[in-house]
């Protein structure tokens, strides 16, 4: 494999930079260039990456962060200008399979339809669980779903999965597929970058799919959020891109849709005391329609409050809780995962149980308290709920109060007098946000 270069950005992740390195010379031989690139790393990395010994590499030092978009897009194009046939792009913090290179290069040469394999992602912490395998945009909701997600591997699942895009974190491309395309819009710097590039190689009409025989082990992100960058980024990237991409007889659903998404994230985010996040959300929709594209302006990104949920606080408080869920499992696992954590002597009950068994401890003699999970606390609006339980959902917005169930059924209201408020607005942003993105397009 020659004519493959495998890209990796780095920052400040020395020690899972290493483990990642580890894994690429097992799966490679000295022949497969490596080109490591580092974002103004802090911890080490460049010196670790300077004295690393297990295989060579080539090291590009940015001298600033630029984001994964930008450290990619640097890496990209010292891959351009060499005589490559293909480029496999990972995140700093996956581990590959000893066959994952070699298994994607025989698919694409065998293959000529398909532009970018991604792998079969796992969770690094969970080794026999997806973290996903493939992916999809779904122009309805205007997000994007992750497939096979969260689930046990099994022989079951398909060895190719069309997708929309694949994670960069472990993708190869063929790179005629770049040189047609372009690189990675350096504008997103963190997120979203993946999805719309992809989203340009399909429009070249070439297949994105992802590989069973391409596996990889990701990293999670942190169980508890320090800051709100991912939200600002995310979210405003994400209303860029179905602003541009939405077909012109369907922009209204799409203004209207995104708009009650964000509304029901502030308004419960507010309930739940993240205020930084209400408030960077905000920031991330107003930047997205005012064109601010880039690195992130200085306050955008606030320091996550440090209270903890009212629902963690409510199950630290209990010995015994009855669970019943209306929910997909995704949410029922994070509730559980939550609770388990919270509270690690609370006995957990799967069947709505009143009274405790006879064979319950000391501790378990006052009745289960009952936990109600739901996909979204909002889907509770237009039913009668009970004062005597807890309902929660997968963000771990909580009803448990008179004070939260007064602000629920408030919340039908607010959303209106938001609606009517900012939607023509938004609208004459959005026109202009298309505008010139379609001038942008025509001049490149």
């Given at each position: 494999?020659?004519?493959?270069?495998?890209?990796?950005?780095?920052?400040?992740?020395?020690?899972?930079?290493?483990?990642?390195?580890?894994?690429?010379?097992?799966?490679?031989?000295?022949?497969?260039?490596?080109?490591?690139?580092?974002?103004?790393?802090?911890?080490?990395?460049?010196?670790?990456?300077e004295s690393y010994r297990v295989r060579p590499i080539r090291l590009i030092k940015n001298k600033e962060n630029l984001g994964g978009t930008g450290g990619?897009?640097?890496?990209?194009?010292?891959?351009?200008?060499?005589?490559?046939?293909?480029?496999?792009?990972?995140?700093?913090?996956?581990?590959?399979?000893?066959?994952?290179?070699?298994?994607?290069?025989?698919?694409l040469e065998n293959e000529p339809s398909i532009g970018a394999v991604g792998s079969k992602l796992y969770q690094l912490d969970a080794p026999k669980k997806l973290q996903e395998m493939g992916a999809q945009i779904d122009w309805t909701s205007y997000q994007v779903k992750?497939?096979?997600?969260?689930?046990?591997?099994?022989?079951?699942?398909?060895?190719?999965?069309?997708?929309?895009?694949?994670?960069?974190?472990?993708?190869?491309?063929r790179m005629e597929?770049?040189?047609?395309?372009?690189?990675?819009?350096?504008?997103?710097?963190?997120?979203?970058?993946?999805?719309?590039?992809f989203d340009r190689i399909r429009q070249d009409g070439h297949r994105v799919v992802a590989y069973e025989r391409s596996k990889a082990w990701h990293k999670m992100g942190v169980k508890k959020k320090t800051n709100t960058l991912g939200t600002y980024y995310?979210?405003?990237?994400?209303?860029?891109?179905?602003?541009?991409?939405?077909?012109?007889?369907?922009?209204?659903?799409?203004?209207?849709?995104?708009?009650?998404?964000?509304?029901?994230?502030?308004?419960f985010s507010r309930l739940e005391g993240k205020f930084n996040t209400a408030k960077t959300i905000l920031r991330a929709a107003r930047d997205a329609l005012n064109?601010?594209?880039?690195?992130?302006?200085?306050?955008?990104?606030?320091?996550?409050?440090?209270?903890?949920?009212?629902?963690?606080?409510?199950?630290?408080?209990?010995?015994?809780?009855?669970?019943?869920?209306?929910?997909?499992?995704?949410?029922?696992?994070?509730?559980?995962?939550?609770?388990?954590?919270a509270n690690p002597k609370v006995r957990i009950h799967e069947k709505d149980q009143r009274q405790p068994s006879s064979a319950d401890s000391?501790?378990?003699?006052?009745?289960?308290?009952?936990?109600?999970?739901?996909?979204?606390?909002?889907?509770?609006i237009d039913k009668q709920i009970s004062p005597e339980v807890c309902y929660v959902d997968r963000f771990l917005n909580s009803i448990i109060t008179e004070q939260d169930r007064k602000l629920l059924s408030l919340y039908?209201?607010?959303?209106?007098?938001?609606?009517?408020?900012?939607i023509p607005k938004i609208k004459l942003k959005v026109a202009d946000l298309r505008s010139n993105r379609l001038t942008e397009k025509a001049q490149s």
């Open positions: 494999m020659n004519d493959l270069v495998i890209v990796i950005c780095n920052w400040n992740k020395r020690d899972d930079l290493i483990k990642c390195l580890d894994s690429v010379a097992l799966a490679t031989s000295s022949k497969t260039e490596v080109i490591v690139v580092d974002n103004a790393s802090s911890d080490g990395s460049v010196e670790m990456l990619f897009n640097t890496g990209l194009r010292e891959a351009l200008s060499g005589n490559y046939k293909y480029v496999h792009l990972l995140d700093n913090d996956v581990i590959v399979d000893e066959n994952t290179f070699r298994n994607s290069y025989d698919l992750p497939l096979h997600s969260g689930i046990p591997d099994s022989t079951s699942l398909p060895e190719l999965v069309e997708s929309d895009y694949v994670p960069a974190c472990s993708v190869m491309i597929r770049i040189r047609n395309a372009g690189l990675m819009d350096q504008a997103c710097f963190l997120y979203w970058d993946d999805i719309e590039w995310f979210q405003r990237n994400r209303i860029g891109f179905f602003a541009t991409r939405t077909d012109e007889n369907e922009i209204d659903q799409c203004i209207k849709t995104i708009f009650e998404d964000l509304f029901q994230s502030y308004y064109q601010i594209r880039g690195k992130a302006p200085h306050g955008r990104i606030e320091q996550c409050e440090d209270n903890c949920s009212k629902f963690v606080s409510w199950v630290s408080d209990q010995t015994s809780i009855s669970l019943v869920d209306e929910c997909n499992v995704k949410t029922k696992s994070v509730v559980i995962e939550t609770i388990q954590m000391s501790l378990d003699r006052k009745p289960s308290q009952r936990c109600h999970i739901v996909n979204h606390v909002v889907d509770l039908s209201s607010r959303l209106r007098h938001a609606q009517e408020k900012f």
